[in-house]
């Protein structure tokens, strides 16, 4: 391995740690010039990996607004599948399950072909939408129960008061949460305050929640909290977590899986 490769390679570790790197700090760090780290920023930037601002970079969905659900599908496409297919073997027959929103999440129907007598609630028009292509394909066997309220066109989302008020009626055996960033002192965080709030909801009502999400989420801190870490169950993701959050992990008991 080269020693630009390797540096690439800790630069992309510093991000899931931090969610953001500078260039005077990597120039020093490395102890080398900082055209020498701009040039390595350029070089991950070009393979999607991160994106430049002013004096560093941050993580590729540390965005102030979350990107519209078009662009996010085709983002880590096959780390999601394999995500949500870890997150399937948590679903038995007769479950009641919470799918929250999120391409990631949305991942999970699919490999429910093979469940009886499930029900599944969303808030999610994606996951609702190949439910209801299962069931008119007779490949889904169960309940859908459709959380009602204000529509996001752009994310294809359900939220606001009377989502609330419906959900808060319900308490399901697990709930698969979608995050916008997981980090160890800032817990999980999302993008949009009514979103979370159904999320924080669910949680409190469901014996066992699990957080779903690729590892370009790590490290990251959008604006809106959702819980703390150790009010989570699981977490599963495509990499194993970020050197220095094993002790944390541990403490509160969260399982980190991933493949």
């Known amino acids: ?87 399937s073997k948590m679903i038995e027959d007769k479950m009641s399950v919470f799918i929250d929103v999120g391409t990631t999440t949305a991942q999970i129907i699919p490999f429910l072909k093979e469940r009886r007598n499930l029900q599944v609630l969303t808030n999610s028009l994606e996951a609702l939408m190949e439910l209801v292509k299962m069931v008119n394909n007779n490949t889904f066997h169960g309940k859908i129960i459709f959380i009602g309220g ?12 009377l989502s609330e008020a419906f959900i808060n009626q319900f308490f399901v055996d697990i709930a698969f949460i979608g995050v916008g960033g997981v980090h160890l002192s800032g817990g999980l965080t999302g993008y949009d305050e009514k979103e979370i709030m159904l999320s924080q909801q669910m949680i409190r009502n469901a014996k066992e929640s699990v957080a779903v999400l690729d590892h370009s989420k790590i490290g990251v801190r959008n604006l809106y909290k959702i819980v703390d870490l150790h009010e989570m169950d699981r977490i599963i993701c495509d990499k194993k977590h970020p050197e220095g959050w094993e002790k944390l992990l541990q403490k509160y008991n969260i399982e980190w899986l991933n493949y």
Request: zero cysteines; proline letters at 1%; a positive charge.
């Open 1 to 87: 391995m080269d020693l630009s490769t390797e540096r690439q390679k800790i630069i992309l570790k510093t991000l899931d740690h931090y969610g953001k790197v500078s260039v005077n700090e990597l120039a020093e760090k490395f102890n080398v010039a900082s055209a020498t780290i701009r040039r390595d920023l350029t070089f991950l930037e070009k393979e999607n990996k991160l994106q430049r601002v002013h004096g560093g970079a941050i993580k590729i969905s540390f965005y102030a607004e979350e990107p519209a659900i078009t662009k996010r599908r085709s983002m880590y496409m096959i780390e999601k599948i394999k995500i949500a297919k870890i997150a």
């Open 150 to 161: 204000e529509i996001n066109a752009k994310q294809l989302t359900v939220s606001g008061s």
